[in-house]
């Protein structure tokens, strides 16, 4: 009990956190914020953190995960980043589980028995806001709490809780009852959605309780934009077809409004002889996670998605297209 208690607080450390994420992630020092708001949230603190696309957020609440007893609750939007995030953190034998509808029956019944056992070795469980907002999972949740195993709850994409935002959904305001049965825990809310209105709304609708409020710059020296008016071109589809065959191959994501153009613009790009595949919410669950997996292992080079893919940030250089402008 008592090397336990002596090995938690050595973790509690700026050196014993670094350790952390030295010796499961590879990566040499913290970035921007991540480390004020990993202490916060250790310290029992609620934060709220603003960090753009691809700034780092996960690590805000995977190293509490290695750093705590007990299981980091992260509430998660999109399927398809769960997902990915699990089967990267199994790979560095972090023990991670997703539940959603796609979830295998097996494997849904093997993670509640882990839940209901005395020492889950679960670190971290990712779920829907749907499934927070059943009767049933928060009952499973605040009987780990009374056991003293919940260590942090991350709302991850947090921006979706407010009606202010542009990706709001309904589910997440319901997350508000998670203060109220789960008191104790600190919850950790991350966006990339700068706008104050939203941020306001996403503090008090999660109930903070004096957060810790941290902001990272969105300056992005790597990324560049670049408007194409599609009213201007002569050949939209070749233009972007040539585009993607001068970029030597790179990943890249091609965003649509509509499911059905994301169909009809893969169909053109594979004539054209780019690999690629449609990713959007018409696609039943077994071929959504072919496509991200052939994605992610490069066997296809171009994604034609709606926003159902979310936004993935992978370590290879990557391209992103949204629809191509038409003159204003
Ligand atoms: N301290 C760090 N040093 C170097 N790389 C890091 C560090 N922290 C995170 N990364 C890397 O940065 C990348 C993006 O991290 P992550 O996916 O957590 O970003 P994010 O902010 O959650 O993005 P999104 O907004 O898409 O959810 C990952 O490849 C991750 O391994």
């Not at 080079?301 to 993935?312: D, E, K, N, S, Y």
Request: with cysteine.
């Amino acid at each position: 009990m008592e090397t336990t208690v002596r090995s938690e607080k050595q973790l509690y450390g700026d050196d014993g956190l670094v350790n952390l994420l030295r010796q499961h992630f590879g990566h040499s020092e913290f970035r921007g914020k991540q480390l004020e708001a990993i202490e916060a949230v250790l310290s029992g603190r609620d934060c709220f953190c603003l960090m753009p696309t691809g700034g780092g957020k996960s690590m805000c609440y995977q190293i509490p995960a290695l750093a705590k007893s007990g299981i980091v609750l992260v509430i998660s939007p999109l399927i398809a980043l769960m997902e990915n995030q699990v089967a990267t953190l199994k790979e560095k034998g972090i023990t991670a589980e997703y539940l959603s509808s796609t979830q295998i029956p097996h494997v849904k019944e093997k993670i509640y028995g882990e839940l209901d056992s005395g020492k889950p070795s679960l670190r971290l469980l990712y779920v829907t806001p749907e499934l927070v907002a059943t009767a049933g999972f928060m009952s499973k949740i605040t009987k780990l709490y009374t056991r003293g195993l919940l260590n942090l709850i991350a709302v991850d994409e947090a921006h979706c809780v407010s009606t202010w935002g542009h990706d709001f959904r309904p589910s997440y305001r319901k997350l508000s009852s998670l203060r109220n049965h789960l008191p104790d825990v600190p919850i950790l809310a991350l966006t990339a959605t700068a706008v104050p209105k939203v941020q306001k709304d996403v503090i008090e609708s999660l109930c903070l309780q004096n957060p810790l409020v941290l902001k990272t710059s969105f300056n992005r020296p790597n990324i560049f934009y670049e408007v194409r008016y599609k009213d201007l071109l002569d050949d939209a589809y070749s233009d972007l077809s040539n585009l993607l065959k001068s970029s030597g191959g790179v990943c890249s994501i091609i965003y649509c409004l509509e499911r059905t153009k994301c169909d009809d613009l893969s169909a053109h790009l594979s004539k054209a002889g780019i690999s690629c595949a449609a990713y959007h919410a018409g696609l039943n669950n077994k071929v959504r996670s072919a496509v991200l997996n052939d994605w992610i292992s490069s066997k296809i080079q171009v994604v034609v998605a709606t926003v159902a893919f979310g936004f993935l940030t992978p370590t290879e250089p990557i391209r992103i297209l949204s629809p191509a402008c038409s003159k204003p």
